[in-house]
């Protein structure tokens, strides 16, 4: 079982910048995939970026390339930096481990879910 637990979500202005956390626990290897996935009102959930726990295989999705940077410390936490916050980025914000050590970016590759944290940029 692997627990994850998101923060940092809020309200910002266009231009703006927040950092989310995404805190993990349980049964987590060096080898899992963890990612960000988003979640718009009436949309599909997207993917936003991934990496795995040792920082190999990082990539972003194209909306947010040059914009935002996932990154890690050195326990089981993980965070996403988002810059030049848009407007199209309001949504529902959610990380993500999968089991499988290949790489995937689909949600159904993806066997645990954080609770999410809202977004919202204000134009």
């Known amino acids: ?8 979500g809020g309200l910002v202005q266009a231009g703006g910048s927040l950092r989310l956390s995404c805190a993990a626990s349980g049964r987590t290897y060096w080898s899992n995939m963890i990612s ?3 979640q718009a009102p009436g949309k599909e959930r997207e993917f936003v970026a991934a990496m795995r726990w040792t920082g190999m295989n990082l990539n972003y999705g194209d909306s947010v390339k040059g914009r935002f940077t996932f990154s ?3 326990a089981n936490t993980v965070y996403l930096q ?3 916050l848009k407007p199209e980025d309001t949504a529902v914000y959610y990380c ?8 995937g970016y689909a949600t159904s590759d993806y066997d645990y879910w954080g609770q999410g944290t809202q977004v919202t940029v204000s134009s």
């Open 96 to 103: 993500a481990v999968r089991t499988n050590p290949g790489v």
């Open 36 to 38: 960000w996935f988003r």
């Open 1 to 8: 079982q692997v627990q994850l637990v998101e923060s940092g």
């Open 72 to 74: 890690r410390d050195n």
């Open 82 to 84: 988002m810059s030049s």
